[in-house]
């Protein structure tokens, strides 16, 4: 049996599903037709390598697959799924948990995390939550260390981006998978019984 509009319907399911993600990873405006999850914050994600890594498929059997390619393939589950950290939870919000194929933290490189403040141009705060100028570079390389320290010791937020992507996605192109189905097996019922005639 081809299954030849699910196999079309899925592809456009899988297209959906990546480009929502994309959204829910904050580096794009989310504007979509798929109001299901939350906004997340778009300063989660500063560089775009994750974005743009995204990727979705059909598999010959039409299972789909979810992955990432390039550079952010190497933290895209820490970001997916959260990390649990060595002193505690990121968050008592169940909906950024990390998920149960969450790792344990650890501490990222600091120069990483400098490297993300500058790039995102961060605003510094007092104790009393005045903006102040921007504080000297060491001051800055301290302030990414306790930063990366602070993931090490309470975790990361799960962003889910791809399981809310897809879930979003399902609610909203469902149905019309499900009656793709029925169309292939009519087409094949349809084609066996011209053969049967025909014999």
């Given at each position: 049996?081809?299954?030849?509009?699910?196999?079309?319907?899925?592809?456009?399911?899988?297209?959906?599903?990546?480009?929502?993600?994309?959204?829910?990873?904050?580096a794009t405006q989310k504007v979509s037709k798929f109001k299901v999850?939350?906004?997340?914050?778009?300063?989660?994600?500063?560089?775009?390598?994750?974005?743009?890594?995204?990727?979705?498929?059909?598999?010959?059997?039409?299972?789909?697959?979810?992955?990432?390619?390039?550079?952010?393939?190497?933290?895209?589950?820490?970001?997916?799924?959260?990390?649990?950290?060595?002193?505690?939870?990121?968050?008592?919000?169940?909906?950024?948990?990390?998920?149960?194929?969450?790792?344990?933290?650890?501490?990222?490189?600091?120069?990483?995390?400098?490297?993300?403040?500058?790039?995102?141009?961060?605003?510094?705060?007092?104790?009393?939550?005045?903006?102040?100028?921007?504080?000297?570079?060491?001051?800055?390389?301290?302030?990414?260390?306790?930063?990366?320290?602070?993931?090490?010791?309470?975790?990361?937020?799960?962003?889910?981006?791809?399981?809310?992507?897809?879930?979003?996605?399902?609610?909203?192109?469902?149905?019309?998978?499900?009656?793709?189905?029925?169309?292939d097996i009519e087409v094949e019922l349809l084609n066996t019984f011209?053969?049967?005639?025909?014999?």
């Amino acid at each position: 049996m081809e299954f030849n509009n699910l196999k079309e319907l899925l592809q456009e399911f899988a297209t959906e599903v990546v480009l929502e993600a994309q959204r829910n990873i904050g580096a794009t405006q989310k504007v979509s037709k798929f109001k299901v999850s939350k906004t997340i914050s778009k300063n989660f994600v500063a560089s775009g390598k994750l974005k743009n890594g995204l990727r979705g498929k059909v598999n010959k059997d039409l299972t789909l697959s979810f992955y990432v390619v390039g550079a952010a393939k190497k933290y895209a589950m820490a970001i997916e799924h959260g990390q649990i950290g060595t002193k505690g939870m990121p968050t008592d919000d169940p909906y950024y948990m990390p998920s149960k194929n969450a790792t344990t933290a650890k501490m990222p490189p600091s120069k990483m995390i400098f490297k993300w403040m500058e790039r995102k141009n961060i605003k510094f705060r007092d104790k009393d939550g005045k903006f102040i100028s921007k504080p000297s570079k060491s001051k800055r390389e301290g302030i990414a260390y306790a930063i990366a320290k602070a993931i090490e010791e309470r975790g990361r937020v799960g962003l889910h981006y791809f399981e809310y992507a897809y879930l979003d996605t399902l609610k909203v192109m469902g149905p019309d998978i499900l009656t793709s189905v029925g169309k292939d097996i009519e087409v094949e019922l349809l084609n066996t019984f011209r053969l049967v005639k025909k014999a």
